[in-house]
Nanobody
């Protein structure tokens, strides 16, 4: 059973930075991609960023492009999300997810395993 554990959330002022980490364990073979989603109170879970292991291409939600950077090491089963120039609207619980099916997806239901989430709060 694959388990994902996130860390690195916290409280930061607008304009600040945070780095989230996610470590996967229990893998028997490599996944297709790992991604980050977030869910703010009263809102649906939304795609934030993902990295595709085959070519290390990265993908982002439009509103975080230029501010967030996803990176990782497939051999170490880890993925990171560097978040700069944070805004209050970035406040949410951030989830790490892993996809084993082929084809990159921005849809949460297409991801097979999830972490427990880490809270990110950005104050004005």
């Amino acid at each position: 059973q694959v388990q994902l554990v996130e860390s690195g959330g916290g409280l930061v002022q607008a304009g600040g930075s945070l780095r989230l980490s996610c470590a996967a364990s229990g893998r028997t073979f490599s996944s297709y991609a790992m991604g980050w989603f977030r869910q703010a109170p009263g809102k649906e879970r939304e795609f934030v960023a993902a990295i595709r292991w085959s070519d290390m291409n990265t993908f982002y939600k439009d509103s975080v492009k230029g501010r967030f950077t996803v990176s990782g090491d497939n051999a170490k089963s880890t993925v990171y999300l560097q978040m700069n120039s944070l805004k209050p609207e970035d406040t949410a619980v951030y989830y790490c997810a892993e996809r084993y099916g082929s084809g990159l997806s921005y849809v949460s239901s297409d991801y097979d395993y999830w972490g427990q989430g880490t809270q990110v709060t950005v104050s004005p």
